[in-house]
């Protein structure tokens, strides 16, 4: 199964700040998907990152508020830009493997504050 | 739309007894429904999935769910409780394996 690793695994940042997650996978991967959970909600899908291409943003979500890079099919970033303290959760970078019944594998995710 | 509703916020079992904790979802056609457990610290675990064939799904750690189509429901059960199994669980239903909708998630406490 795929290994991921998510950079930083928390923070504490100022309103106003960006703050860019990484995430690393130890395979070669074609779908990557970014989470987020906000305290005492479910996980909600922000976009799908495909190396090649814009990443595909779900509805509430958009490009200049989360720009993601998809450099290449081993790694994705995500970044929260202009954060308020409405932007306090754990942000998670998930990723397919079509080659096992576990076809979603999830980071540990990056616990975000935003003072 | 889909959505996920889990009832119980948080539940409290002792050691060695049974647990089922309640999924209702909304899917206009045959939905992937999926159970995850998260534990402090730790990302998401697949525990089972259901798409198609034998309503009774047997997943890992000793869990297993039921697909009731007629009660839009995917209740997740387990028949005797370890303390390893304190954690938070997640029902997610979607229209393949990876663009999911969660719910809630119900807090799992073991007591000795």
């Known amino acids: 199964s795929a290994v991921i690793s998510q950079k930083p695994s928390r923070d504490i940042c100022q309103r106003g700040t960006s703050l860019t997650i990484q995430c690393q996978v130890d395979?070669?991967?074609?779908?990557m998907f970014w989470y987020r959970q906000q305290p005492g909600q479910s996980l909600t899908l922000i976009a799908t990152?495909?190396?090649?291409?814009?990443?595909?943003?779900e509805s509430g979500f958009v490009i200049d508020k989360f720009p993601i890079s998809r450099p290449n099919l081993t790694f994705s970033t995500l970044t929260v830009s202009n954060m308020s303290p409405e932007d306090s959760s754990i942000y998670l970078c998930?990723?397919?493997?079509?080659?096992?019944?576990?076809?979603?594998?999830f980071g540990s995710g990056t616990q975000l504050s935003v003072l | 739309a889909q959505s996920v509703t889990q009832p119980d916020i948080h539940i409290t079992v002792s050691e060695g007894a049974s647990l089922e904790l309640r999924c209702n979802y909304s899917?206009?056609?045959?939905?992937?429904l999926f159970w995850y457990v998260q534990s402090p610290g730790q990302g998401l675990q697949l525990l089972l999935k259901?798409?198609?064939?034998?309503?009774l799904v047997q997943g890992i750690k000793g869990f297993e769910a039921e697909f009731k189509r007629s009660q839009s429901s995917f209740n997740l059960r387990k028949p005797s409780v370890h303390w390893s199994d304190a954690a938070e669980y997640f029902c997610?239903?979607?229209?393949?394996?990876?663009?999911?909708?969660f719910g809630a998630g119900t807090t799992v406490t073991v007591r000795a």
């Open positions: 998930s990723v397919e493997d079509g080659a096992t019944n576990e076809k979603l594998f």
């Open positions: 395979s070669q991967v074609t779908m």
């Open positions: 990152a495909n190396q090649g291409s814009e990443a595909t943003y």
């Open positions: 899917y206009g056609a045959t939905p992937y």
């Open positions: 259901y798409f198609s064939g034998d309503t």
């Open positions: 997610a239903v979607g229209p393949n394996d990876y663009k999911l909708s």
